[in-house]
C-alpha cells in the first residue's frame, strides 16, 4: 500500500463520505461521534495530519483506508477501491477546500512535550500562585467528603480568571520556569499565555505520575459542555485536560494517567476519572490508578511493568457498577485484566452495593452510615408487638457473572429503555426467601421498603445476593397470592414475572 500522502483523498473526505456527525473542530482535525459504539459525544478523534482515528470511548482506531473499511466490511484494498470509485463517480472531494485546510494546518507549529521534572516544576509553581475558592472548597468537602488537610495534599485549586491568564505566565517566566512544551501554554501575538477561558472555569486537579511529578491537570467544569442537539439525558463533559494543542506553540496533554498512594503497595485498585481516585484514596487509604477513559488503558502496560517490578501482586478493578451494563467498559476491564496478566500480577474485579455507582459514592455513603450510628446509640428500640404478622418475601436479582446486562441497576424506564415492558425472568435468579415481621396494618409499600433497608451494606451469612438495587425484583406472597415489584430508585413498580424462568438459588456468593 502506498503512503496516506498518495493517496487521491484525505481523512477528512472519509469523514465528510460517512456523513460522521462533527461535534468539535480543532486545528488539527475532529471529534465525531464514534460510528462503532454509537456514542454521541464526540468521543472519536479524526487526526487530519496524521491521517489516524480513534474513539476514546470503545478503543477502536486505526487508518484512514480502516475507517471506512471496519465500517463497511470490507479489506482495505477493497476499501480504497471504493472511495476512488465513489470519487470517479462524483463524489465531490473538493480539492481547493483540502488544499486550503491543508495549509492552515500546517501553519501551526506545535512545541515538543517538556522534560517530566521541567513540567512539574512550572505546574508546582503555578500551583503557589491560585487559590481555592470557597465555592470549590465547600463543594470538595460537603459533597466529596474531603477534609482540609486531603484537599492540601491532593493539591487542588481553582483556575485563575481567564483575563489572568498572561500575568501568571510572565510571573512564572521571571521565576525561571520554562512554559515551552508545557501542556496549556501557548503563544498568541509573540507573547507565552496559558489556555484558561471563561468555559473552562472549575476545580484545577493536578494528574501525578507514580514518580510523584505533577504531569498535567484535569479541570472539572464548573458548567458541564453540554452540546445543544444533544437530547440524550447525558450530564455533559464536566473533566476537560488542561492542554492547549493546537494553538501557535501549542502542547496537548497527552491524557497521562494519574497515581495515587504508594508506589510499592502490594494492592492496587484502577479506577476512571482522577477525583474519583483521590476521594477513594484518602477514604479507603489504599493506592489508586487513574485512567483517562474506562477503555484508555494504554499507558497501563508501562506503569504495570514499573508495579510489577516494585512487589505489586493483586491489581483491582473498581470502574463505576454501570460496568453490568456497558460493554465499552467490559471491553476494558478485560484489557486491565489482561495487562496484570503480562506481568504476573493477579486482578480481580471489585463490586459493592450498586445503588452507589462510583466507588467514592459507596465509601462515602458508608462512612455518613457509620456517622449516623455514633449517634443514634442513645436510641433504644422499643418495639411494639401489639399486632405483629408475618410476611413472606423473594429477592431475585440479576445473573450478572456471564456478562453485561442493559438495564443492570437501572430504574423502570431503563428497564423499557432496553426493549422490556415486564422484566425477562430468565435473566434473573432468586437470591432468598425469607420472612418479614411487620404491623398487620402496614401497607406494601412500607413492607417492601422494610426489605430493601434490611439488605444494603452489611448483608447477613445465610444472604447470598448483593445489596437491593434498581433492577431487582422483589416477591410478596402468602398461599393464595404472589406480587412481583421492580425496585426502582423513587419506589417499588408492581410487575408481571415468571419465577419458574429464573434460576434456582445460587449457592456461591457473588
Ligand atoms: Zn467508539
Redesign the pocket.
Known amino acids: 500500500m502506498s503512503q496516506p500522502e498518495d493517496f487521491p483523498f484525505q481523512i477528512e473526505d472519509i469523514v465528510q463520505m460517512l456523513n460522521l456527525n462533527i461535534r468539535r473542530r480543532m486545528t488539527n482535525g475532529v471529534y465525531v461521534d ?1 460510528p ?4 454521541n459525544r464526540g ?2 478523534n479524526v487526526d487530519y495530519i496524521k491521517n489516524v482515528w480513534r ?6 482506531c486505526g487508518g484512514m483506508l480502516s475507517l471506512y473499511a471496519k465500517l463497511n466490511g470490507v479489506n482495505n484494498s477493497i476499501a480504497y477501491r471504493q472511495i476512488c470509485n465513489a470519487i470517479s463517480n462524483g463524489y465531490d472531494i473538493s480539492e481547493h477546500q483540502i488544499k486550503k485546510s491543508k495549509k492552515d494546518l500546517k501553519k501551526v507549529p506545535q512545541a515538543l512535550l517538556a522534560d517530566n521534572r521541567v513540567i512539574h516544576n512550572t505546574f508546582s509553581k503555578l500551583l503557589t500562585m491560585l487559590t481555592l475558592s470557597e465555592k470549590h472548597r465547600n463543594h470538595l468537602k460537603e459533597k466529596r467528603g474531603l477534609s482540609d488537610e486531603q484537599i492540601k495534599y491532593l493539591g487542588y485549586k481553582s483556575t485563575p480568571p481567564f483575563y489572568n491568564g498572561r500575568l501568571l505566565v510572565d510571573h512564572l517566566i521571571a521565576n525561571g520556569c520554562t512554559v515551552e512544551g508545557v501542556p496549556g501554554f501557548y503563544k498568541r501575538n509573540g507573547k507565552w499565555t496559558i489556555n484558561f477561558t471563561s468555559n473552562t472555569s472549575g476545580i484545577l486537579l493536578p494528574v501525578r505520575g507514580i514518580d510523584g511529578l505533577i504531569h498535567g491537570f484535569q479541570i472539572r467544569l464548573d458548567m458541564p459542555i453540554k452540546n445543544k442537539n444533544d437530547v440524550s439525558d447525558k450530564e455533559g463533559t464536566k473533566y476537560i485536560w488542561l492542554s492547549s494543542s493546537g494553538k501557535y506553540m501549542g502542547t496537548s496533554s497527552g491524557s497521562p494517567v494519574h497515581f495515587v498512594g504508594n508506589p510499592f503497595s502490594r494492592t492496587v485498585y484502577v479506577t476512571e476519572g482522577i477525583l474519583k481516585s483521590d476521594i477513594a484514596h484518602c477514604l479507603m487509604n489504599r493506592t489508586f490508578i487513574a485512567i483517562p477513559g474506562a477503555n484508555n488503558t494504554a499507558k497501563l502496560d508501562l506503569l504495570f511493568a514499573i508495579l510489577a517490578q516494585n512487589g505489586t501482586q493483586l491489581i483491582i478493578e473498581a470502574h463505576d457498577m454501570d460496568k453490568y451494563r456497558n460493554e ?1 467498559i467490559e471491553k476494558g476491564a478485560s484489557k486491565i485484566f489482561l495487562i496484570s496478566k503480562k506481568y504476573g500480577m493477579e486482578c480481580r474485579r471489585l463490586i459493592w452495593n450498586p445503588n452507589y455507582k462510583g466507588i467514592d459514592d459507596w465509601q462515602l455513603a458508608l462512612r455518613q452510615k457509620q456517622n449516623m450510628k455514633k449517634g443514634e446509640n442513645t436510641n433504644i428500640n422499643v418495639q411494639q408487638s401489639s399486632n405483629q404478622v408475618k410476611q413472606c418475601y423473594r429477592i431475585y436479582q440479576l445473573a450478572l457473572d456471564t456478562g453485561t446486562v442493559d438495564f443492570a441497576f437501572g430504574g423502570i424506564k431503563m428497564l423499557h429503555k432496553a426493549g422490556y415492558e415486564q422484566p425477562p425472568a430468565d435473566l434473573y435468579q432468586l437470591v432468598y426467601d425469607g420472612v418479614l415481621s411487620c404491623d398487620n396494618g402496614d401497607e406494601k409499600n412500607k413492607r417492601l421498603k422494610q426489605i430493601f433497608e434490611k439488605y444494603q451494606d452489611e448483608l447477613p451469612d445465610e444472604y447470598l445476593g448483593r445489596s437491593i438495587s434498581p433492577s431487582d425484583i422483589l416477591e410478596l406472597y402468602d398461599e393464595e397470592k404472589r406480587e412481583y415489584y421492580y425496585v426502582d430508585k423513587s419506589g417499588f413498580y408492581p410487575v408481571k414475572f415468571l419465577p419458574m424462568l429464573a434460576k434456582a438459588l445460587n449457592q456461591s456468593r457473588k
Open positions: 464514534c462503532f459504539c454509537g456514542d468521543k472519536m474513539c476514546n470511548y470503545c478503543g477502536e465499552q
